[in-house]
């Protein structure tokens, strides 16, 4: 996989990212040797990828909408041709086509954060690998470019709270302080799980009507994917876990924003969304009325002293005050 062109370039470009980030946080005074510099420099890549994702993303949103709209087709479709798969599969492909609906776009940033996840894993490794005196040693990326010569050693001997940042649970006793790694890669295996069922519960409670029967394979997920995580999670450096955790958390701020300004219809969510413009409507209604009534008692007001003003009093001849 790591002779693949286009794994390598990738890999390239990773490293690019996670050199640039560290030059910026170095020259703004940060330590360049420093483990937390390098640590938000993954954070700065996270940052980069998920805005690059966001067209993805509005498009993934666009066909979860789809497919709750063209279920009741769905299911007449599968009702109608039960008993023939082939051909109650040409009319839900015929479904998609005119509807304008692709499945597949539901899961496109999952799938296109796999092989930058994979990219930064191995550059984390060879990083772990490092040495000089090794004749055969080549390092990652950019790495083995000349302008950045240094910048392995000086990511190889990172660390946050004494752990080196390529370190895993699997391989803590290669590490300088194994305790502070096996406790340091299961807050990070917890926090990464933690936000991968959050994310996910939120978007089955919120923004998913009750009869969609989508639904079910959303809960199948919502248990799988955290486990996949938490199993997984032991092989994987500390640096690939704060890049994952960064990236759950983005996706928790960024589906909540979308779920509140944008439910599905038939949703939760979408009835909540609604009661809030109603209840902003009632108050804009209700200040409205409430400035015209100001307004309207002003105007009365104004009146009533500009004819107090323009009152003067009226003549009498002297033989009229004498009467009086």
Known sequence: MGDFFLFVWLKDAVSWILVQFHALFSAIGMDPNGG??????????????RILLIPLFVKQIKAQ?????????MKEIQKKYAGDKERQSQEMM???RETGTNPLASCLPIL??????????????????????????????????????????????????????????????????PINTRILAIIMILLMTATSFITQRQLIIKNSAPDNPMVRQQKILLYVFPLIFAVSGINFPIGVLT?????????????????????????PAFEAKQRRDAEKAARKGTALSAGEGAIAVEEVSDDVSETQTRQQPKRTSRSQRKKK
């Open 243 to 267: 890049y994952w955790f960064t990236t759950n958390l983005w996706s928790m701020g960024q589906q909540f924003w979308v779920i509140r300004n944008n439910p599905q219809p038939g949703t």
């Open 94 to 96: 015929k479904l998609y």
């Open 112 to 177: 296109l954060q796999a092989p930058i996840f994979f990219a930064l894993f191995s550059v984390l490794q060879g990083v772990s690998q490092y040495n000089p005196t090794d004749p055969n040693y080549v390092p990652p990326g950019v790495f083995a470019w000349a302008q950045y010569d240094g910048l392995a050693a000086s990511m190889h001997s990172a660390q946050i709270f004494g752990v080196p940042l390529y370190a895993t649970f699997m391989h803590a006793n290669e590490t300088p302080n």
């Open 36 to 49: 937390w510099t390098w640590t938000f420099s993954i954070v700065g890549l996270v940052i980069v990828i």
């Open 65 to 73: 909408r789809n497919l709750q709209l063209i279920q009741p087709q």
